[in-house]
């Protein structure tokens, strides 16, 4: 009997040692990189659909691969795929969620080194990333994602107009046209938390996401604290790079004071609790990341005017058929609906692929009114 006992307990603690261990690994892949004790250089980035998208060499390559730049990306990102090329071994696994709340278990490794231009980095932890069939994330850039695990390390100047960034590890001046915003980090991340004034309320813990393209994002239960006019929206067609997930959305203007920075802007309160402040925001901004002081300075280069935001938004079922996958809620139209055409044509008559979707839909819906046909045949003008 004891030795039953005994036999149990050991069964018991084996998987929990195991935990410990792996979490041990996945706190120092964390925390174990570093940057070169001297760095100041400009690199250019591309901005791709509001996404920043910079050149990146892996370890001894001589090759620049294409990486999303995150700031709301708990740790970098390397594709399956290159990091099986490069031979990079796998240290841990953990839990990794997208944007969406969507979750699946990854393999962690680590790299040698990572370069953006002259700006290079040693041992960074990157986790291994399959993205999902219905993600955009490669069509913007297929190879990772440059993470807040590597850009908590230095200090960042983001120029939007000239579409340059600075990296350094010293300080990066500013003058009294700025407006500085002290961040916090969640605890062994590097992604910044900020607070901003939405009316008159404070709301706390915003993340400060240069990785999501939208604009502003809290949770449904904020909803009622602003008595405002809304509209609401059943949403499935946003993505984060393991896919979709529908969401129910309510849509109210309101102000907002980001430093001495008041505008107005609509605000997307999300059932699926995102709280998030995005480029469509943010890119009206020169930026400062200073990780040395954990601010956030802050230049207005333009009036912040955010894109239009559809009510109706189709995606592609397949060469013949679309589907609906926003709409506004008490619509004729449901989420998920069959459509034979959109003004007349079919998705293969428009589209080849994913991604040529991805960056044409703007087109499809830019028209005053869009026409579709029902799978019965039934036509409605939107």
Known sequence: MIKRVVINLMC????????????????????????????????????KKGIIVVNV???????????????????????????????????????????????RLIEVVSVDSLSIGDATFYNIGAGEVEYGEKSFSPCIAK?????????????WHFDFESQQIRITTGPINIDQNWTSIEFDRPMLS???????????????????????NGGLILPSKFSNMFDTESRKLIDQATTGIYGSRIDTVEVKELPV????????????????????????V??????????????????????????????????????????????????????????????????????????????GLDKLLSSDSVVVQTLSNKTISL
Request: aromatic letters at 10%; hydrophobic letters at 35%.
């Open 57 to 103: 060499k892996l370890n001894s390559d001589s090759e620049a691969r294409e990486f999303i730049f995150d700031t709301g990306a708990f740790n970098s990102k390397v594709e399956k795929s290159l990091s099986d090329f490069f031979g990079l071994e796998t240290k841990a696994t953990k839990e990794n969620s997208d944007s969406n709340g969507n979750t």
């Open 282 to 359: 943010l890119e009206h901004f020169d930026i400062v990341i200073d990780n040395d002081e954990n601010i956030i300075n802050l230049k207005l280069r333009s009036e912040v005017q955010c894109k239009p935001d559809p009510t109706f938004i189709p995606g592609i079922l397949n060469d013949e058929y679309w589907i609906v996958n926003r709409v506004e809620v008490n619509s004729t139209l449901q989420l998920g609906d069959t459509l034979q055409s959109i003004n007349g044509m079919k998705p293969k008559d428009l589209f080849q692929n994913h991604c040529e979707y991805f960056f």
């Open 257 to 280: 004071t980001l430093g001495k920075n008041t505008f107005k802007v609509p605000i997307h309160f999300s059932a699926n609790g995102k709280m998030l402040l995005g480029t469509d």
């Open 143 to 155: 190879n990772g994602i440059i993470g807040a695990n590597l850009i908590k390390l230095v200090n």
């Open 12 to 47: 018991i603690s084996l998987p929990i040692i195991i935990a410990s261990c792996n979490y041990a690994k996945n706190v120092n892949l964390l925390v174990s990189g570093s940057a070169s004790k001297k760095m100041d250089c400009h690199v250019p980035f591309t901005y």
């Open 190 to 212: 590097g992604t910044p938390l900020i607070d901003i004034k939405i009316g008159d309320e404070i709301i706390e813990d915003m993340l400060f996401d240069l990785g999501y």
